[in-house]
């Protein structure tokens, strides 16, 4: 199999690859059995997490035993058709997803404290 080929020759992986998946695109009413169906076809999973609130919605993170593994599935899944929606999967990066949730997060503070002190941008 690519997984074998990939160990065999010593390949060094590019930096962002781990054994951590963003998936995104999801079909909203997709269960973790389907999950482990589609993904476990390239190795071994330790964990699937399916978002359920309304923000997450549609998303997951799928974790791979062997970061082979994952990148197997990140080559072969990105794109990949399920009930007519097209997989997004990226590999997770920690630095990339706590940014967009600090800038968010900023957003909202400065928001409540030009409320509070009656502040307002538009006068600029």
């Known amino acids: 199999m690519t997984t074998m080929s990939l160990r065999k020759g010593n390949t060094r992986l590019p930096p962002e690859v781990n054994r951590v998946l ?6 909203f009413n997709i269960t973790s059995e389907e999950m482990y169906d589609i993904f476990g076809k390239y190795g071994a999973i ?3 997490r399916i978002g359920c609130d ?3 919605k549609g998303t997951a993170f799928v974790v791979y035993e062997d970061i082979y593994d994952a990148k197997t ?3 072969h899944l990105s794109g990949f058709n399920v009930a007519n929606r097209y997989l997004i999967v990226l590999y997770y990066q920690h630095a990339k997803m706590s940014k967009k949730f600090d800038q968010k997060k900023n957003e909202e503070d400065i928001a409540k404290l030009q409320e509070k002190y009656g502040v307002s941008t538009k006068d600029k």
Do not use: G, H
């Open 22 to 27: 963003y998936v995104r695109n999801l079909p």
């Open 54 to 56: 309304k923000a997450t």
């Open 46 to 48: 330790r964990q699937i």
């Open 73 to 75: 599935a990140v080559d």
